[in-house]
């Protein structure tokens, strides 16, 4: 049985409920369990009550822990924006087929072109970032891209459209060491309203694509939630529900979790029901208390003032001078971005308040030795 089936079988607009519902007795104890926690410890972490009475007594446990198990190191990573090209509609997103726009599926020569110029960046670990578009850019193209890119990443992460277990695996001999599939929303109705067509309004693909890269025996797996399309209590329980599953089922599959935050995009639409920032220090706090070795990403969606604040807390992955535009690092200003980038400061000054907060911006992954400060980039 899949995750998908698992999670059809209950109602997942209960876990708000659940989060409402849970008093501080529920917060204490979720903080005081020293073994695996389960969802409902997850929800009293996420509560109201836990913002209003434990946030301080949270962040300094989340720090502690994270502390502990990574040591004051940052991965630093790009994405690599291959093409703008999609056949979704979704309502959310500037890439979607329904948006009039010139598209771009970048050539090996211009991969190599990007390459070249995230490597004078300094970076070693890259993430392909693309549309989802199989006829030009499936798995014919894949196979061209990735051993050009590999050439230049120590670490070869992929957020693509989803693809079969067959597919993954032979990926896997390409190079690739990491996957990220967001599931938007795991709230049925609500994703059926924003994904208007293509191959991701098939919710049950989309939702076991990790259950076939564990299958695969790909290294870590991403998964996430779109904070703003839907209540996010709801959504960040089905989260830790999947990470539950996941480690039940893949144990060997390391785990990661991103949260990005809905940015404004071509088409219009508007972020709704939001996540102020107190409550997204509550919520990244959580899952580093939930799950003591995930690996916790933040992404320039967010603010230069915000990920400064919240790196130290438990963050253990970040992006920095990124461009989700297809070429836009050897060539700005040709196409069309995905979203609005949000902390626009270069590297340097990135890896600089790292450093002033006593952090090393790791470059390399574990099987290299490259550190940035050391000038071996
Ligand atoms: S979110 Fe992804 S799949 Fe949807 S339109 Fe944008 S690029 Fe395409």
Redesign the pocket.
């Known amino acids: 049985m899949s995750f998908f089936d698992e999670v059809s079988r209950i109602d997942v607009d209960k876990f708000r409920d659940l989060v409402d519902s849970r008093t501080d007795a529920d917060v204490e104890r979720a903080l005081s369990k020293d073994g695996p926690k389960g969802v409902e410890d997850f929800a009293a972490l996420i509560s109201e009550n836990a913002r209003r009475h434990y946030l301080d007594v949270m962040a300094r446990m989340s720090e502690q822990i994270t502390r502990r198990r990574f040591g004051h190191c940052v991965n630093m990573y790009l994405p690599l924006y291959l093409t703008n090209l ?1 056949s ?3 309502a959310y ?1 500037g ?3 329904l948006n009039k726009f010139p598209r771009v599926v970048l050539t090996m020569e211009e991969i190599k072109e990007e390459c070249e110029a995230i490597a004078k960046m300094g970076y070693q670990n890259i993430l392909l970032v693309s ?2 578009n199989e006829r030009r850019g499936g798995m014919d193209y894949f196979r061209k891209v990735l051993p050009l890119v590999k050439q230049y990443a120590a670490y070869l992460q992929m957020e693509v ?1 989803p693809l079969s277990e067959e597919d993954y695996a032979e990926l896997k001999t390409l190079g690739l060491d990491a996957v990220s599939v967001y599931q938007e929303t795991y709230h049925p109705g609500r994703y059926k309203e924003v994904h208007l067509g ?1 191959r ?1 309004a098939d919710m049950r693909w989309r939702m076991e694509t990790p259950d076939r890269l564990g299958r695969a025996g790909i290294d870590k797996v991403g998964v996430g939630a779109l904070l703003g399309l839907y209540d996010w209590r709801v959504d960040l329980c089905c989260v830790a529900l999947h990470l539950l599953y996941m480690r039940e089922h893949y144990w060997r599959t390391q785990m990661s979790v991103s949260f990005p935050r809905l940015r404004p995009a071509a088409g219009g639409f508007q972020p709704t029901l939001p996540l102020s920032d107190a409550k997204m220090v509550q919520v990244i706090c959580a899952f580093r208390i939930f799950d003591n070795e995930l690996d916790l990403a933040i992404s320039t969606r967010e603010s230069a003032e915000f990920r400064d604040l919240i790196i130290p807390l438990g963050i253990t992955a970040v992006s920095a001078g990124s461009s989700t535009e297809p070429g836009g690092y050897a060539h700005k200003g040709k196409y069309l971005e ?1 979203w609005t980038v949000n902390d626009s400061r270069s590297v340097d000054e990135v890896v600089g308040a790292l450093e002033r907060g006593g952090f090393d911006a790791v470059f390399h992954n574990a099987s290299t030795t490259y550190f940035k400060e050391a000038g071996a980039v």
């Open positions: 999609c979704n509609k979704c997103c890439f979607s087929v549309g989802e459209q293509g991701k995905q």
